[in-house]
């Protein structure tokens, strides 16, 4: 499975990279901030939404420490889809937040 740092990952969207962006985490965690222009998919709807993602496309998986979102890596996988973890998660983002 491919991991970035969050550091790699604030990195392409300062140099105005095109990334896309899915925030994994519940509700009251991304009330909290998320990164700018990340969607929000929590881990128990990934199943019923991956399909709205475009396989053309790679996304980047992010959640609270990195484990979930790792989950949600192997699952789009297994279905074909182009993926990276952030490893650490949103614990170690000390980029933007909304």
């Given at each position: ?21 899915i925030d994994v ?32 496309e790679h996304y ?39």
């Amino acid at each position: 499975m491919k991991e970035i740092t969050a550091i790699e990952l604030e990195q392409k969207i300062i140099n105005g990279e095109n990334v896309n962006i899915i925030d994994v985490r519940e509700n009251e965690e991304v009330a909290l901030g998320k990164i700018p222009s990340a969607r929000h998919i929590p881990l128990g709807q990934i199943p019923e939404k991956y399909t709205e993602l475009n396989k053309e496309e790679h996304y980047y998986m992010v959640c609270r420490s990195g484990g979930r979102s790792n989950n949600a890596c192997a699952f789009l996988e297994e279905e074909g889809y182009d993926v990276t973890n952030m490893a650490g998660g949103m614990m170690s983002w000390e980029g933007e937040i909304e």
